[in-house]
């Protein structure tokens, strides 16, 4: 036991500074550790107002959150008005699904600090979720500050909503870590390449193949090169990737109806689909993806544990292509050998660097049923793949939440019910089903 307060509470606050940014494997040990390590303390004794709220923040995302709100209404109850504990229970309130509580929340610490561009992106996550969607776009725009964000490219003019027609217009990534934000702001891509002349897509390397394919009438180019300079063109306007839905998808009717505006060169479907085919053994072909590579901090909620998948592993007449493939590989083998199966993957599939390499594997399934991950639900989903996504009732870090993919059935886990009781909903209502039908619509309950 770490008997200084003082060195606990350091240590706590940089794990929970780090993990915040990046949740690896690697910081499971040490994060539970300093949790259980304040609980003993904040049960024998005193803690300070800082170590409380690391402790509200670890419980928070391990959606332990009566015991999280209990610490945060314990430090407001103290000292009347600290904006730390109010706004950290209003995260876990969103989490909760008590959107109108967190959004009064919410108002108290704005009218203290009304700038603040953290407390407008929770109230923009409080109107996506209560389905208030003109709303929170206009607070998610005035929170990312789009305006006054530096352009990586020189000379170029904001767009604003102005007349497109013979017009040409580079459109910018914002955030690359994970890949998944983007590809979600990217459905209104088609949309803003039917009103211009000509559209300048940024990507990266990961997405630049599938990218290409996918909007064959633009210019995709890898981030920070500049290809209308040696076609010899002038910019007209420029925009965040992530600016875009505001301008195309102000209702819920308005987002694609269609599916699949990501499009897999035909060579690599064929490539993918003949490898799993030969392994498959004419079984009905499962993609399953049952975490991400942050399996801590924020997102923790949107990840599980392998070993509960059974309901799902254990399904009759069934092969299971693994959608994560980047880490885990222990809990891999434990699940293979505990339900003595064989997850399909392949060494060549590098999709670590490869966003074609995670496409094609998906479009070799039959249904994929994942978390909420770019790996499992994101790329499939923008494919048009058939796609069952398990992910939290409520969050309060994410806007994937919203309807960007038509052929996705979302299942929606309330913070206190386990992954486990809706993967059993999953697994009871496909057992019958062949790829020759359509995926049944899932029905679940919270019991």
């Known amino acids: 036991m770490i008997k200084s307060k003082d060195l606990l509470e350091k240590l706590a606050e940089t794990a929970i500074v780090s993990s915040r940014v990046s949740g690896g494997r690697e910081k499971v040990l040490i994060l539970n550790y300093i949790r259980n390590q304040l609980q003993t303390y904040n049960r024998e004794e005193y803690l300070p107002v800082s170590s409380r709220l690391c402790l509200a923040e670890l419980m928070t995302w391990q959606d332990r959150l009566d015991e999280a709100l209990e610490l945060c209404n314990s430090i407001i109850d103290e000292y009347t008005f600290h904006q730390d504990a109010y706004l950290q229970k209003s995260k876990i309130l969103i989490q909760m699904g008590s959107i109108g509580e967190a959004e009064e929340i919410l108002s108290i610490i704005q009218k203290a600090n009304p700038h603040s561009a953290i407390f407008q992106r929770y109230v923009a996550m409080c109107k996506f979720q209560s389905g208030r969607l003109t709303e929170g776009w206009e607070d998610a725009r005035a929170a990312f500050n789009f305006g006054n964000l530096k352009i990586r490219y020189n000379n170029m003019k904001r767009w604003t909503g102005e007349d497109l027609h013979n017009k040409t217009i580079v459109i910018s990534m914002l955030d690359i870590r994970g890949g998944g934000d983007e590809i979600f702001f990217s459905s209104a891509l088609p949309k803003i390449i039917e009103k211009a002349k000509l559209c300048f897509i940024e990507t990266e390397p990961r997405a630049f193949s599938l990218y290409k394919s996918s909007f064959s009438k633009s210019v995709v180019f890898n981030r920070g090169t500049e290809p209308w300079v040696e076609m010899g063109l002038s910019i007209d306007y420029h925009l965040w990737a992530r600016e875009l839905p505001a301008y195309f998808f102000r209702k819920e009717s308005d987002f694609p109806n269609s599916p699949g505006y990501l499009k897999l060169a035909f060579s690599e479907q064929k490539h993918w689909s003949e490898k799993v085919n030969k392994v498959s053994d004419n079984k009905k072909k499962i993609g399953i993806c049952w975490t991400s590579l942050n399996v801590t901090g924020p997102a923790q909620p949107f990840v599980s544990n392998l070993l509960d998948w059974e309901p799902i592993l254990t399904l009759p007449d069934s092969v299971f292509i693994n959608m994560h493939c980047l880490d885990g590989k222990e809990e891999v083998i434990a699940a293979e050998k505990k339900f003595n199966l064989k997850l ?37 989903g923008a494919l048009g793949l058939n796609v069952i996504e398990i992910r939290p009732s409520f969050n309060s870090i994410s806007m994937d939440g919203l309807p960007w993919y038509p052929n996705h059935q979302r299942v929606y886990k309330p913070w206190n019910i386990s992954y486990v009781s809706k993967l059993r909903d999953i697994a009871d209502q496909i057992r019958e089903w062949t790829p020759d039908k359509p995926v049944p619509k899932i029905r679940s309950t919270n019991l």
């Open 344 to 380: 399909i993957q392949f060494r060549e599939a590098d999709f670590k660097n490869s966003f074609e390499h995670i496409a094609g594997m998906a479009s070799a399934c039959d249904l994929i049923i994942s978390v909420a991950t770019t790996n499992g639900s994101v790329i499939p």
